[in-house]
Structure formats: C-alpha cells, structure tokens
C-alpha cells in the first residue's frame, strides 16, 4: 500500500491507501504507519486521512492519541504551518473516543498549551467524545439486550 501510495498519480488513490493503511491491527503496524505518515513522504495535507483512518480504528485509536502526546512538539511544528491543517487533523484524529477518561486527558493534555487557531476543534473533540461516552453509558445494555434478543450476540 505504501507503493502504490508513493507512485500513484490517482488524488483520490493516494487517499484511498492512506484509509486502507489506517487498518492495521497491531502496535507494531501502527507505528510502522505512524513512522510513514510523519515522514516527508506524505504531504501534509494529506496527513488527516491517516489520523482518520487511525481514529476510527478501535484498536488503533488509544495508539495514536498516545503517539500525539508524546510527539506533540514535533506534530505541532509539522502540521501548524497551516492552522486548518492541524485543526482537521486533531479533529479526524479524536473525535470518535467514548470514555470521559479519554476527554479529561485530552483536556489536561492541552490545558497549558497555545490553542491558538485550533481551539475551535478542541471544543468540537470535547463535546463529540463526552456525547459519545453518555450515549454508550446509557445505551449499552438496552444495545446488548436488543442484539441478544434478536440473534446478533
């Protein structure tokens, strides 16, 4: 997938292997595409359909909000050159977390940092994920009783 990434001339192509390469299963895959995605052969723009792919994977998602933290000064430099970049990328990146624990940390992580041009996705991630984390909340067990119910579980 990262040939045909690197030597597609296909836009929407190199989209699609970004999506596809975003389903990895394992810790090593993740950091081996992670490595990829922040490397200077993935232009930045591009870099949000990874951070979606890896959002939106379960496996892959406490994966990547971690990498984040501890690369932040290095992303930040990377992606802040164009607010709009990094604001799509946090917000593709995080939204799709249901725990308050999650929306807490990512809180704390970025209480004594310079928002500044990505505030507004902060919010969006905040509100999305405690929306997210009462919905699961209140709903599971109704969810798990229809599913049973009716042959799925």
């Not at 200077?40 to 990547?64: E, F, M, Y």
Request: charged letters at 25%; glycine letters at 6%.
């Amino acid at each position: 997938m990262k040939e045909e990434y690197l030597t597609t001339s296909s836009i929407d192509g190199k989209d699609i292997c970004l999506s596809a390469l975003g389903r990895v299963q394992t810790q090593a895959l993740a950091d081996d595409y992670l490595a990829f995605l922040f490397s200077d052969k993935v232009a930045v723009q591009d870099v949000h359909s990874g951070g979606a792919a890896l959002g939106a994977n379960a496996k892959t998602r406490p994966i990547l909000w971690k990498y984040i933290k501890e690369n932040w000064d290095a992303l930040r430099s990377q992606l802040g050159g164009n607010m709009v970049v990094l604001d799509r990328f946090l917000r593709m990146s995080l939204t799709k977390f249901a725990s308050h624990e999650t929306a807490q940390d990512i809180e704390s992580f970025f209480k004594d940092k310079d928002n500044r041009g990505y505030d507004r996705a902060l919010g969006i991630i905040d509100q999305t994920i405690k929306a997210s984390a009462t919905y699961k909340e209140r709903d599971t067990k109704v969810l798990e009783e229809w599913l049973s119910a009716h042959g799925y579980a």
